[in-house]
């Protein structure tokens, strides 16, 4: 049995053995061929081994078979015989022309720095055996034919040096072209050295290519792929003169991180057999530097007239935008705008760091003109685009609204003539500031606000409110009136009441939550505007000469409280027009409260009786029932 088992191990070595002789053999392998290179540029094949015993850094051994050596070899290069090189290798590979770089242990590549007509012919890649038997294939050979080098590049158009204003539009040509016997395929890359954040200088960057399958493809990153995909990089192919290809590179708006150094790259590429790409020549054609003056350094945005303007009340103000230093050919996108920045008193100049800035116009990039603060001066102004560069503002008739500090503010959208809505703009610049002033009457005005004598308002009367204004001034004149209501604070709930009225003293000048809400006002014109949210219904009119009534039906609790009106003075220009001239003036408060009803005093006695009652009689029900049947239960029972 013992024997057996013994037997039976051995055999099983035995094959063990014969397996691994049979597979494990060693295989040199080379890239299939024929392999076309062009003379003058570099060649590198590589050579990789397997299946091999020993060390796991292998030597390699290159020979040359001439077309015309009549099968003879010629050593190229060795890893390990430095004397291995034949005579015609020498020079080449002390200079390091011709060398051998390893990509691992077992994988090599014969590199040929500049390839020469002489230099073709069958490669063979030999490996030194390391095996402890003689099998398997210790090399493989390619050829490889080297083709003259025909391709050709130039430029119709190059860059001066000049200073390129932030924006504009550059054009660069490239014209290419390879007479050749194989099937290749060119590629055009235009690029850049330098310049870019961030970049070391000399550093290149690839703009825009043509590949070698025709197709248009931006450099890496996102700047150049969102320009392409807006349009503003092109790259186009057209047919040229002589057989020459030319390639034609727009960039619509140059920013100052496309300075730098450009170039144009032509490559001729080659399909090998094995149905890898590739690049067997290369060009490079310097074409120029470019350097990008940033807009904050060109850019210049005036107003004219400057300093300060003073006007008579009703005539007409002009203001003109210039802007210069964009990019000639206007391929930059506009937005002008009119600000102004009124004048205040003193008092609200320390509360507001001196007045609220708002938009009066503006001038779009696509023409359009909107009226910002106030839409009711677009039938009274205009704004235009005179000529290019220049933007004037026009008020008809200037009234005390318009007075304030106006400044130009122009956007601009370098090489984007129709910006999107949500797009950013490149710069933005303001010009000096412009104060108009105007020459205005004097205007005085009281508003005095009172209830009429009469009985005490009770819930559900109608509350009749006056408003007593007196206007002073020269020319004529309109009032606006509104009345407010607010609540009553509770400094104030200790008022005597007459007549269920309280006639608040007092100037000063509610702020805040204080202002109240608007029942219900009376434009200068004589529209009446109630507040139709409000519980009860109100109404609102002049019933004569500087006398505005205010009413309120079917009060009720909630229309209590302290009632004040305003009033504002509109005058009326020599044009006819009629403008808000500033004064105002609000009245003291008066306090409204409602008493109850003597039919709903009497309710209560009423109510609380009957409810009194209905109680009384339930207990006494209860109470005798009760009684009743505790008897009757007695009665009943045996004795």
Not at 122 to 136: A, F, L
Not at 293 to 316: I, N, W, Y
Not at 586 to 607: F, N
Request: hydrophobic share 35%.
């Amino acid at each position: 049995m013992m024997m057996m088992a013994s037997w039976r191990w051995t055999a099983a070595l035995i094959c063990l053995q014969w397996v691994f002789q049979y597979t494990l053999c060693r295989e040199v392998t080379l890239p299939s061929g024929p392999l076309y290179r062009v003379a003058g540029f570099p060649l590198s094949i590589p050579c990789a081994v397997s299946g091999y015993e020993g060390s796991r850094t292998q030597d390699f051994e290159w020979f040359l078979y001439r077309e015309d050596s009549q099968g003879r070899q010629m050593g190229v290069i060795s890893t390990r015989d430095p004397g291995f090189p034949y005579a015609p290798f020498q020079a080449r590979v002390r200079s390091g022309e011709v060398r051998v770089e390893r990509d691992s242990g077992d994988k090599a590549r014969l590199v040929f720095q500049r390839l020469r007509a002489d230099d073709q012919g069958r490669y063979e890649c030999y490996t030194p055996s390391t095996d402890s038997k003689y099998q398997g294939n210790y090399s493989a050979s390619v050829a490889v034919k080297v083709i003259p080098d025909t391709l050709l590049i130039s430029y119709s158009r190059s860059l001066t040096g000049q200073p390129v204003p932030e924006g504009a539009e550059i054009t660069l040509t490239c014209s290419a072209a390879v007479q050749s016997k194989q099937h290749t395929h060119l590629s055009i890359t235009f690029g850049v050295r330098g310049g870019g954040s961030g970049l070391v200088s000399g550093t290149p960057r690839e703009i825009i290519a043509i590949d070698k399958e025709l197709s248009v493809t931006p450099g890496r990153g996102d700047s150049y792929q969102k320009r392409y995909d807006d349009g503003e990089i092109t790259l186009v192919k057209k047919s040229g003169d002589g057989g020459r290809d030319v390639y034609v590179m727009r960039m619509s708006a140059v920013a100052p991180d496309d300075s730098g150094a450009y170039f144009c790259e032509a490559s001729q590429w080659i399909l090998d057999p094995d149905g890898a790409w590739q690049k067997i020549a290369q060009r490079t054609l310097e074409i120029g530097n470019l350097t990008v003056q940033p807009l904050a350094d060109s850019l210049s945005v005036t107003s004219t007239p400057r300093g300060e303007v003073t006007l008579q009340l009703g005539s007409p103000l002009t203001l003109t935008c210039e802007v210069s230093g964009l990019a000639p050919g206007g391929r930059s996108g506009l937005l002008v705008q009119w600000m102004r920045r009124g004048t205040v008193s003193s008092e609200d100049r320390a509360l507001t760091g001196g007045g609220v800035e708002v938009e009066v116009a503006r001038y779009g990039p696509d023409g359009v003109v909107s009226w910002g603060d106030d839409s009711s001066r677009g039938g009274r102004g205009s704004m235009e685009k005179e000529v290019e560069g220049r933007y004037s503002l026009r008020l008809f008739s200037a009234h005390p609204a318009d007075t304030g500090v106006y400044r130009c503010a122009v956007s601009v959208y370098a090489g984007r003539l129709n910006p999107g809505p949500s797009s950013a703009a490149t710069l933005t610049q303001r010009s000096e500031g412009v104060t108009v002033n105007l020459k205005t009457k004097e205007v005085k005005v009281s508003a005095v606000a009172n209830l009429p004598r009469g009985p005490l308002l009770k819930r559900g009367d109608t509350v009749t409110l006056l408003c007593n204004v007196s206007v002073v001034t020269t020319g004529p004149a309109q009032v606006a009136v509104q009345w407010l209501q607010r609540a009553v604070l509770p400094a104030q709930e200790g008022g005597a009441t007459a007549g269920g009225v309280v006639i608040e003293k007092g100037g000063d000048k509610p702020s805040g939550e204080e202002k109240g809400r608007v029942l219900a006002s009376l434009t200068y014109e004589g529209l009446s505007r109630p507040n139709m949210n409000h519980s009860s219904e109100v109404s609102m009119d002049r019933v004569s000469p500087g006398t505005y009534r205010l009413r309120i039906f079917s009060a009720q609790d909630q229309d209590q409280g302290l009632f004040v009106c305003q009033a504002e003075v509109w005058g009326q220009d020599p044009r006819g027009g009629w403008y808000n001239t500033g004064a105002k003036a609000q009245s003291e408060g008066v306090r409204v409260y409602l008493y109850a009803r003597a039919a709903d005093l009497l309710l209560i006695p009423l109510v609380v009786g009957m409810s009194s009652a209905l109680f009384v009689g339930v207990v006494i029900i209860a109470t005798v029932t009760c009684c009743f049947m505790n008897r009757l239960a007695r009665q009943r029972s045996p004795k």
